[in-house]
Nanobody
Framework: QVHLVESGGGLVQAGGSLRLSCAAS????????TGWFRQAPGKEREFVAA???????DYADFVLGRFTISRDNAKNTVYLQMNSLKPEDTAVYHC??????????????????WGQGTQVTVSS
């Protein structure tokens, strides 16, 4: 089973940037799709972005052109570069793994593996 730890969140002004990291340990990280979800207070968790083991990427419409997901297999880490941040991006961001991006979009994690999350707050 993969153990995931997110970092990189913080407080930033609208229009600013942050880079989130998701460090994995345990099972073979590179065999799975890895992605990011977010959850704002009072709202349901929503899919943000994912990258497959074959380097295919997928994004929610609301982050297209602003966020970029990438992975460094040597470091067992997936990154989420977030630019042009908006107040509505404020949420706790979690990373997870799944057998495929399609599965991740359907139900999140195939393995029940979620990190503890990292808080992103964007002020107006």
């Amino acid at each position: 089973q993969v153990h995931l730890v997110e970092s990189g969140g913080g407080l930033v002004q609208a229009g600013g940037s942050l880079r989130l990291s998701c460090a994995a340990s345990g099972d073979t990280f590179t065999d799975y799709a890895t992605g990011w979800f977010r959850q704002a207070p009072g709202k349901e968790r929503e899919f943000v972005a994912a990258i497959s083991r074959n380097w295919i990427t997928d994004y929610a419409d609301f982050v297209l052109g602003r966020f970029t997901i990438s992975r460094d297999n040597a470091k067992n880490t997936v990154y989420l570069q977030m630019n042009s941040l908006k107040p509505e991006d404020t949420a706790v961001y979690h990373c997870t793994t799944a057998l495929s991006i399609a599965n991740m979009r359907r139900w999140g994690s195939d393995f029940g593996s979620w990190g503890q999350g990292t808080q992103v707050t964007v002020s107006s």
